[in-house]
């Protein structure tokens, strides 16, 4: 991607740029190197939060606000405390949402398979994304209408083949209803992973069920419809940020892909929606 400014108010190599020094400076010095202390428990078992996504997060936002004056920022540590956070998605004001720590329980036990995400939305819609693998120093990126890209290579989706023949990342719920089908998929722990190897095409699809919190999706939502990719909720409906109520998100190379997708899980969707 050329460093030409998004809708002439950011830079993207200027948000790139904060996103390495943060990582340097934030993340990657706890990495594997993190006390106890620093580990907390959130809602459940599981969801866990460290000094790194707290440090992060707070780095971030105070950066990017001033890389765009007027602009406000939706945070997953900021919107845990403060859950009305979220109404900002709906204001005129540009948003940045954030995920400093993407793939927590990964970091903090010392998998190297997590990422920082940042998404500019702008009338509820998602205009720019990035995310960073600090590990690898990869960064994948997208603009509105300009197509994806990795490391300045652009990026996109596999080709459309028979679900059979292709891999997919799913969360376990979700794999045991493909495996019966010769189907093969993966589990990474990390949104951000999923996102980025479904948009270079190293995974033919993705699967993400529940709380469809807007720092997992923002970015990684249009950087993968950048590259080409076919998504939509499980209604049928395109994602969009502020829909944290809608139940699952679909990625495929297209939208026959999609359907078959949609076809298996069908039965498991309505029996969760009995049970709720």
């Known amino acids: 991607m050329t460093a030409a400014t998004i809708h002439r108010t950011v830079d993207p190599d200027a948000v790139a740029a904060i996103m390495r020094e943060v990582a340097l400076a934030e993340i990657l010095p706890r990495f594997r190197s993190l006390e106890s202390h620093e580990i907390s428990q959130k809602s459940h078992p599981g969801d866990l939060v460290t000094a790194a996504d707290v440090a992060a997060e707070k780095a971030l936002a105070e950066r990017l606000r001033a890389l765009l004056p007027g602009s406000v920022v939706v945070g997953e540590e900021t919107a845990h405390a403060d859950p009305a ?3 900002k998605l709906q204001e005129d004001a540009p948003v940045w949402v954030l995920d400093p720590v993407d793939g927590t329980r990964n970091f903090a036990h010392g998998v190297a398979r997590f990422a920082v995400m940042v998404a500019l939305v702008r009338g509820g819609d998602t205009v720019a994304g990035w995310i960073l693998d600090p590990v690898a120093d990869s960064l994948y990126v997208a603009e509105c209408g ?9 990026i996109r989706v596999c080709e459309p083949a028979p679900l059979r023949r292709l891999t997919g990342a799913t969360g376990y719920a979700h794999a045991k209803l493909f495996k ?16 980025m190897q479904a948009s270079d095409g190293r995974i033919g699809f993705a699967l993400f069920r529940r709380r469809l919190n807007p720092w997992d999706h923002a970015a990684g939502a249009l950087i993968h419809a950048e590259a080409g990719g076919y998504a939509r909720l499980f209604d049928g409906r395109s994602y969009r940020p502020g829909d944290t109520a809608g139940d699952h998100i679909i990625l495929a190379p297209d939208e026959e892909v999609w359907r078959e997708i949609r076809e298996i899980i069908a039965p498991h969707v309505a029996a969760h929606a009995k049970r709720r």
């Open 180 to 195: 019966p089908m010769g189907i093969r998929t993966r589990q990474t722990g990390s949104a951000a992973h999923d996102y």
């Open 146 to 154: 300009a197509g994806s890209w990795c490391d300045g290579r652009r």
């Open 85 to 87: 956070v979220l109404d």
